[in-house]
């Protein structure tokens, strides 16, 4: 199942960057308001950890945002990796490179905190748990869960709404077909949940101060805190 989910996202390294604005319609709203969400001072000399980090789309927002941050990017797939390492080239030094199943493997470290975008949809329900439980683990005093993803429609209407308006949105864009087959290839990986769903597992993982930040059809910004 996970190697599938890697193989898709090797294959697509090569060209991702270009298509993620037609894809993720609210794009820069979007990535912004994760970063947003990181209670830190711009100079703070921050840890940070991106699940699923890709091509470092989300980790260069948060690079931006935190000049002195420190930040980790796992994920499956070396090519996105590969992507990644490309576009920090001038500052590797900042930076380091996990090839990871972060819902199989243990998580490690210590980190202000865990961000992630649009890649833990691609866990089941029960995976998404128990990856709530591990990044609490990992978090210093304080630290913080930011995850900014595509939710689950609460009804049925409301993901065939959601749905409707992403393809209506993403063909105003002027995406092409070859990236529209592309993307919807790699949605059949997906396993989303709600966002009620997942703020009762971060909960129970032990997470407070729960929010939702940003929410534009089924792409959401959530998390929460460590508290001892
Ligand atoms: C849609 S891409 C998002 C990449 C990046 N975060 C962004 O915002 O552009 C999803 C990424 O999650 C990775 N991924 C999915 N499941 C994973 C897992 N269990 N462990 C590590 N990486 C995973 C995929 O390889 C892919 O690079």
């Not at 996970?2 to 604005?21: C, N, P, S």
């Not at 499956?76 to 920090?88: C, E, G, H, Y």
């Not at 990871?100 to 490690?108: G, I, N, R, T, V």
């Not at 998404?128 to 978090?139: A, D, P, Q, S």
Request: proline share 4%; aromatic share 10%.
């Amino acid at each position: 199942m996970r190697a599938g989910t890697g193989a898709v996202f090797d294959g697509a390294a090569a060209g991702y960057d270009l298509a993620r604005r037609q894809l993720v319609p609210p794009f820069d709203d979007f990535y912004r308001a994760a970063v947003r969400a990181i209670p830190h001072g711009r100079e703070d000399d921050i840890r940070v950890l991106d699940l699923g980090a890709g091509t470092g789309l989300l980790s260069a927002f948060v690079a931006r945002a935190f000049p002195r941050a420190r930040i980790t990017l796992a994920d499956l797939s070396p090519r996105m990796l590969d992507v990644a390492r490309q576009r920090f080239a001038d500052e590797p030094g900042r930076l380091e490179l996990r090839v990871m199943d972060y819902a199989e493997e243990p998580l490690f470290g210590e980190y202000d905190a865990v961000v992630s975008a649009l890649s833990i949809h691609h866990l089941d329900a029960d995976e998404k748990r128990e990856l709530f439980r591990k990044v609490y683990g990992i978090l210093g005093e304080g630290g913080m869960f930011v995850n900014a993803d595509q939710v689950l429609g609460e009804t049925p209407e409301t993901e065939a709404r959601y749905r409707e308006a992403w393809l209506r949105q993403v063909r105003e864009r002027g995406v092409s077909e070859e990236d529209l087959s592309a993307a919807l290839v790699r949605m059949r990986e997906d396993k989303m949940s709600t966002l009620d769903e997942q703020r009762a597992w971060l909960e129970e993982a032990g997470f407070r101060r729960i929010g939702c930040w940003y929410k534009d059809y089924s792409f959401a910004v959530y998390g929460g805190y460590r508290q001892d």
